[in-house]
């Protein structure tokens, strides 16, 4: 094939334990946008990976422009011209633009002409950026423009983005997107990986389907519906979460008025936050990643205080610290699961008492007592289907998803009245997030009032009868989920976030 | 008590001696947190460069050798470090207070023959013309070499850190170093060589001590001053200027008490002579208030790369 | 090529191993230092291992000592292990142990010459105070400030060493004593003396006070909820603060318990085995203890194995040097190495060992 830039030719990745790709092989041709559609699991990241050397393949063979690829690190990569945007954004906080976007680079300009060209550029592709900021100041879509800009300096010929836009309000999805079609006519060719349907429909003119580390399907994703694509990606009928229709209680919690410094340097405040939820009822809350969810869910855990602000059933409790607040009906479980929501190196016994030990009186004057909480341990793993061969396995040692499922599960079989999670399916997978999330519904359907922070829209229309977004540390007012557009959607989650005149406004506040 | 005896010319000429041990550790140290590495080892490498400088000195009676060899020394010592941590991912604050126990042990077990032994010592230089200029010659242009090596390495880690690539990189890795990683950046190579830097740097100021200012050699003779340099790096904010600062500040004590028990001042010798460490406290009290910044994003962190 | 693994969970099996196959290498290690210092290394080994124990001659001498020196460094180390499993670095223990013994002494000091039995109960209560009130300079300076409480404390045993100096100069001054620095000899004040329980056991009540602490911290971690909290914080920092635990209240009692204990131990210390207030009656066993409660992993029943290995290095280290000219510093160093042994083979609980060839095929 004389018209490919890039062939991959039966590669195969194997770690112990499982195979992370096996037998991949497709065609990447100049100029066009190429999708890798796939589950979480379902071997993209080690696929890319080995195109950006970062990894090398156990078997199989790449061909860039007619000559043997291999890569031995991600300088050889980019040398060959393939250029990389990650998920996880790889910045460095506490260094400027400029200092970032040259330790992406292997020969790099002299400071002040790599200023220039940086202006430049980000002016040419629409993506104003001012090489003299700190990282850590920006937004999490300036963020990713300098990773753009990074890669668009060297000219590459393949640009690979790893879900580009899970941290973008659909505004700036817009911008990118006008971004990349500039890039393609200009012939250079875009890998692109999400599991956002629309987006690729949108967007790529061919697709490779990956599931469980094979290549399973190959189309055109413009001839396709989205229901289509999500039934070749999955290879099952997915269990939709069936909500029942209820009225809504009387109002259970209340937050008003709450602002927060954030404790930590690159964190983002809470500003004069309002909200209600009743019994009954799901309350979701959007956003772009990096705008206060952390924050928000930290002040409703009661790990950050907040006297006066906050109002449980009719009591101030916005003084109280984690315990006593649980012990009074308000549970919450955090994003992160190694490390906030669990302890890694701790068994799951041990998970189990770090929040059950109030309400499920794991403790006797102080002392623990350890049947009652692996019998609660036991009572999740058996109630939420985790698998694992037993509550005395550390944490660490379960997948995403069967941590999740303990840790949501913990929460909810402590009969919360009110439940918070943040991010519940991030990085789990399909059928364990349709679990949590019908877990979810069924909680409130029971009568508890329960606020999901998701940065998944598709989630949050699927779980939320009233929907809110926060924006630079600010709550919108919710509205009912029910009729809402992605247009609304998207002025609630503060249009295009990030525009240097809000930060004026922010130092003024 | 005479107080008249107090030379402030001599003052602060031998401020700049007593603080060159802890200013060349500390710089080291700098070096290392900001790729992302804490060593409490310091104190043991000091004790090690200090004997093993002595050592050399003796026998060779160059005290030029008996620095390289320091050097060396404190080096060779900071790599059993560096391997713990970096290769065998032990933790970082147990392993650096091992190898100032075990530094203590070694130096000590080294040193037991060259006890109450005199060294040749640095000369000092006349540095013709300047050194003539009334009060700053003296206190500026009347030291031995190893004073303008350590206010040139102040310099050249500035200047490395600040402007070359090789800088940023350091730097880059001791902020996030998974994402230098990702990059392609040898994360553990760059921390080995920057932990040998300071081992090195460790090793000058301890033998500065054992060939310089005391010059002899006493077992446990560096007494905290590796602990005094890892106060005066957070001190200053993980910079070199202020590294300088610090340590000059610190050394501005050190010689005004002793001078001040020469003086006969009607204070307990032992609250004169434990006020650096009292100070040094205090000065930690006041940095903490005004919190964490410039502590490098990874610093302390064991790196693991999974893939 | 060499691979490490992350296991999925840590392994108990290598946990007990590693210590022990640490203390083998060091054997080895030392062997050869030993040689390098032109003795025998097997006899060197077998003096320092074997003879305190079982030797005809010096083992009835020796084998009291085994406890006498054990008891401080247990004592010492189970309250550092406290903090150091919650991440709180409290390495200036000697200088609790220092301020503990000035404090225990100069209570007993200033009733001389009672004969009241609560004499001694006090003198242990101001001891404990006095390392208590030591180790919270350092925890409030961290809770109020941030301040680094490694460097605090570390910096705190020079002043306390000053503080000593001065108190057996001047304050704590056998009056009788002609001139000579040090306080009066607790052997000939009876009410104030940690004398030995049963005569040629070595057992005083700071070992009574050190096996009782092994079983209290026992108990704690393992028991209770504040042990949880302490083993929470230091696994996982942020999911001990959202399970409820107050960062605080942790480093002030991890600090205090550590302080109190250090405290206890060097007035056990100076009103027995060393009998007087004299300017170098510490022997860095405040140090020494951090050793041992690495080498213990943390672990009070370790921690109590370690302190017996310890001492009987310290023991055998006494012997070797008068049997075989081994110089003192040689031990020092062996116990230096013991520390970084364990810490390289640590690595072996937590991580798996792969060997990689370049090809695999299936």
Known sequence: MADALLTLDGLRKAYPGVVANDDVSFTIKPGEVHALLGENGAGKSTLVKMIYGLVKPDQGAMVLNGVPFTPANPAAARAAGVAMVFQHFSLFDALNVAENIALGMDNPPHPRELSQRIRDVSNAYGLPLDPDRTVGDLSAGERQRVEIIRCLLQDPKLLIMDEPTSVLTPQEVEILFTTLRKLTAEGTAILYISHKLEEIRALCEHATILRLGQVVDTCDPREKSARELAEMMVGSTLHVPSRAEVAPGEVILSVDGLSLKSATEFGTNLHDIHLEVRAGEVLGIGGVAGNGQDELLGALSGEALAPGAITLKGEAIGHLGPNPRRSRGLLTAPEERLGHAAAPDMSLTENALLTGSVRKHLTEKGFLKWGAAEAFALRIIEAFDVRTPGPDNAARSLSGGNLQKFVIGREILQNPDVLAVNQPTWGVDASAAADIRQALLDLAHHGAAVIVISQDLDELMEVADRFTALNEGRLADPVPTRGLTVEDIGLMMGGISGDMTDDTAEGAA | ?307 | MIRLEKRPSPSRFWATATPILAVIATMIAGGIMFALLGKDPLEAIRTIFWDPLFHETFGPYSRPQLLVKAGPLILIAIGLSLGFRAGIWNIGAEGQYIVGAICGAGVGLAFYPTDSVLLFPAMVLAGALGGWAWAMIPGLLKVKFGTNEILVSLMLVYVAESMLASASQGLLRNPEGMGFPGSRNFKEFPAGHNAEIFTNSGMHWGVVAAFIAVIFAYILLTRHMLGFQVRLTGEAPRAAKFAGVKPARLILFSLGVSGALAGMAGMFEVTGPAGQVSIDFNSGYGFTAIIVAFLGRLNPIGILLAGLLMALTYIGGELAQLMLGLPGAAIQMFQGMLLFFLLAMDVLSNYRVRWLRKEVTS
């Open chain 2, 1 to 307: 008590m005479n107080l008249d005896q107090i030379n402030p010319i001599l003052l602060i000429a031998s401020l700049m001696v007593a603080a060159t041990p802890i200013l060349l550790a500390a710089i080291g140290e700098t070096v290392v947190e900001k790729a992302g590495v804490l060593n409490l080892g310091v104190e043991g490498m000091m004790i090690t460069g200090a004997v093993v400088g002595f050592a050399i000195g003796v026998n060779s009676g160059s005290p030029a050798l008996g620095f390289v060899g320091a050097a060396i020394a404190g080096a060779a010592l900071s790599m059993l470090f560096g391997v713990l941590v970096l290769y065998l991912l032990s933790n970082q604050v147990a392993t650096g207070l091992g190898l100032t126990l075990f530094g203590l042990g070694l130096s000590a077990l080294i040193g037991k023959p060259y006890e109450g032994m005199k060294v040749p010592t640095l000369a000092k230089w006349d540095i013709p013309l300047l050194s003539d200029i009334p009060v700053l010659g003296p206190i500026l242009f009347q030291h031995d070499p190893m004073v303008y090596v350590s206010i040139g390495l102040i310099m050249a880690v500035w200047y490395v850190l600040k402007s070359t690539r090789a800088g940023l990189i350091l730097r880059a890795v001791g902020e996030n170093h998974d994402a230098a990683h990702a990059l392609g950046y040898k994360v553990i190579r760059v921390r080995l060589m920057a932990i040998a830097f300071g081992g090195a740097c460790a090793g000058l100021g301890g033998a500065y001590i054992s060939l310089v200012r005391v010059p002899q050699w006493v077992e446990g003779m560096t007494a905290g001053a590796g602990w005094i340099a890892l106060a005066i790096v957070v001190f200053a904010s993980w910079r070199p200027w202020r590294v300088l600062l610090g340590a000059y500040l610190f050394g501005g004590i050190t010689v005004l008490q002793l001078n001040l028990q020469a003086a006969g001042v009607p204070i307990p010798v032992e609250y004169l002579s434990m006020s650096p460490y009292v100070i040094t406290i205090l000065v930690l009290v006041l940095i903490s208030t005004r919190g964490k910044h410039g502590a490098p994003g990874s610093l302390g962190r064991i790196f693991h790369a999974s893939h």
